[in-house]
């Protein structure tokens, strides 16, 4: 199939330049030939991705993610649909389910419908040898409320009897109401009341670029003659005016609205230009501050990147304190870098600081309340500190988070055995079998349950099933378990 297609498309090409070849020798006027669209497909798909694969010759494209319904439409320019390509394809999975193509003169549009009418995917495109690939992906939903992730199940048998609190209570964070510094500055520049929209323009006329803005808009747009030239620009979730304003300011033109009428046209020279003067272009704060903002933000995250590294091979060498520091600084680099924060978490709870380990363990929760590792090392630091009632909650948390971690529940079972909560402890430890299949570790850790509860005959039958279960055991704990199994059996003899 794919050797017939490829076979098509030379034929085709032949063709065309034979033509060609023919009308320039004549000396006839060229026509203007667009360019086909051969193929439309989907492409690799796995539970939470898709691309689609946009197969032919075309001069431009351009993609903007609009809502209601939700979908992401592709312009193709210079381009019409092949008679076989077909105008709808159906597609199962959570991120696309309908592919629409719609052919206009010499334009192609592409529409990919979302699953959820209500909830946008994101997309990326790029270009690959006469292919538009689009790699399209569903967002995760938000995390809930910290509050809410803290709360226990009802009816929990493995739940000790502790007062709750909420995340923000536990790690003392600032009511939400109060806010941080990097919110407040983002309100003050947030003058943009338009749609979020995600736009991938490449090699798009500017006339093109302000028609779609007049789609999505619902606005009146009229563009002076005297505006030109291409653009080649990708944007994902911002709003269609702020985007609007950026295209301006990087195409040096202007706009004026007049009743309901935007008017497109190129600013103004100055005076002094034509004196050889030099004359100094000035940019709105409102465009320069987030352009700044995220050109810091990559600096410091290439540097943070570095940094981890060289941090990493410090690690490797057994140089932990060295490498400790490094990733600290790291982290002040890439605050919501949740991998290097676990990190710093698990050395410093390892090199016994567990204030640093308990702090980062929150800052973890903050980007993902459901964080089980995050929840673990911070139930582990908060019982070390002698904090049991945040310990008990935090463990709670960790075992009912994802991912599960066989850690969360052992820990969890150890800490309610020396709260002398040996029900508790018990009961975590069968979900720890449940969850994870049987264990040497487990087995051992119930069988000790039964003998500080004075139940030596279930403790004799435990070790006994230890002793027979087939667990690659050491000498020392078979030792351990035959005078277990000597002691306590021959004292149920008794």
Known sequence: MAEDRERDKKEKLMARTLIMGLILLLGLPLPLFAGQIT??????????????????????????????????????????????????????????????????????????????????????????????????????????????????????????????????????????????????????????????????????????VFRLFAELSGKNIIIDEQVKGELTLALKEVPWDSAMDLILELKDLTKEEKLGTIIIKPKPVKAAADKGELVV?????????????????????????????????????????????????????????????????????????????????????????????????????????????????LFELAIKARPEIPEAFFNYALFLRKQKDYAGAQAVYQRHEQAFGPSLDVQLAVAGLYEIQGKNDEACKKYGEIQKSGFHVDKKTERVVQKKIQTLCTQGED
Not at 375 to 386: C, D, H, I, K
Request: charged share 30%; glycine share 8%.
């Open 281 to 393: 272009k000035k940019f709105s704060e409102e465009i320069l501050q987030p352009a700044r903002l995220m050109r810091k933000k990559k600096e410091d995250r290439q540097l943070a990147q570095d940094m981890i590294i060289e941090a990493h091979n410090l690690e490797a060498t057994g140089e932990t304190k060295e490498a400790l520091a490094l990733y600290k600084k790291a982290y002040e680099l890439w605050k919501d870098n949740t991998d290097l924060i676990m990190k710093g978490a698990y050395l410093n709870y390892s090199m016994g600081h567990f204030a640093s380990s308990y702090f980062l363990s929150g800052e973890a929760l903050k980007l993902n309340p459901k964080n089980s590792e995050a929840a673990l090392y911070g139930a582990l630091s908060a019982a070390r500190m002698g904090r049991t009632e945040d310990a008990g909650q």
């Open 39 to 208: 193929d439309i497909r989907p492409g690799k798909k796995t539970q939470d991705e898709i691309e689609i694969i946009i197969e032919g010759d075309y001069g431009a494209y351009q993609g903007v993610g609009m809502r209601s319904p939700a979908r992401f439409v592709i312009d193709l320019e210079g381009a019409r649909l092949e008679e076989m390509v077909p105008r709808s394809i159906m597609v199962e999975g959570p991120v696309v389910s309908e592919i629409k193509a719609i052919s206009s003169g010499n334009n192609v549009r592409v529409v990919l419908v979302c699953a959820d009418s209500k909830r946008l995917f994101h997309c990326t495109m790029h270009d690959q040898e006469g292919k538009v690939i689009v790699k399209c992906w569903m967002p995760k939903e938000t995390a809930e409320a910290p509050a809410d992730a803290s709360e226990p199940d009802s009816g929990d048998i493995s739940s000790p009897v502790l007062p709750q609190k909420n995340l923000n209570e536990i790690f003392g964070w600032p009511k939400k109401e109060e806010g941080d510094r990097e919110e407040k500055e983002t309100k003050k520049l947030a003058k943009y009341t338009g749609e979020k929209i995600t736009l991938d323009f490449y090699k798009t006329e500017l006339h093109n």
